[in-house]
């Protein structure tokens, strides 16, 4: 495994993720306009199949809060870096 370097963490903090949202936003738009009805429906029952390979019983509330802690300080680690 590779160490991280500090300019590798600053240069991902200081990425333009206005711009990165957009371009995801603009790609699962005109995908999804592209699906049809079955290939929406395989979309969703695949994640859901996904989902429920990872946790039969689905996340508890504490696993959602437990990740969306993890998200909050990854969020300010990043937000030090720069």
């Known amino acids: 495994m590779t160490a991280v370097l500090r300019e590798d963490l600053v240069r991902f903090a200081r990425r333009d993720w206005a711009a ?3 371009a995801k936003t603009q790609h699962w738009l005109r995908r999804k306009a592209a ?3 079955a290939e929406v429906w395989q979309f969703g029952y695949e994640l859901r199949r996904h989902g429920r390979s990872v946790s039969p019983a689905g ?3 504490a696993d959602r809060l437990a ?3 993890v998200h909050q300080r990854v969020s300010r680690c990043l937000r030090a870096v720069v």
Request: aromatic share 0%.
């Open 20 to 22: 990165i949202e957009s």
């Open 35 to 37: 699906m049809s009805p």
């Open 67 to 69: 990740d969306l802690d």
């Open 59 to 61: 996340p508890s509330l």
